[in-house]
């Protein structure tokens, strides 16, 4: 059974910091492109930052310079540090797994307000 367990949301003010854990269990190995998208109210869902199995990485452009993805092979688990957060960033992220099929994570909120 798959699993992406995320954790690390939660709220800060403009400017802030956070860093978003997802944590993948079953039958993801590392062939699987690792990711996060988001979702804000009225929208629909959006991709922010992917990661490959060879570690190449792709960030949506309003999350350049801003967002580093990561991911720790050995543990199967896949990051986001969120720097300079703006209330525009509020949303719920997704963690995403794919290759011949796609995963998601059950979301955590992420809100930036002052």
């Known amino acids: 059974q798959v699993q992406l367990v995320e954790s690390g949301g939660g709220s800060v003010q403009p400017g802030g910091s956070l860093r978003l854990s997802c944590a993948a269990s079953?039958?993801?190995?590392?062939?699987?492109?690792m990711g996060w998208y988001r979702q804000a109210p009225g929208k629909q869902r959006e991709l922010v930052a992917i990661?490959?199995?060879?570690?190449?990485?792709n960030y949506a452009d309003s999350a350049k310079g801003r967002f580093t993805i990561s991911r720790d092979f050995a543990k199967n688990t896949v990051y986001l540090q969120m720097n300079s957060l703006k209330p525009e960033d509020t949303a719920v992220y997704y963690c995403?797994?794919?290759?011949?099929?796609?995963?998601w994570g059950q979301g955590t909120q992420v809100t930036v307000s002052s």
């Open positions: 990661i490959g199995s060879s570690g190449t990485t």
């Open positions: 995403y797994a794919g290759r011949y099929t796609s995963y």
């Open positions: 079953g039958s993801i190995t590392s062939s699987y492109v």
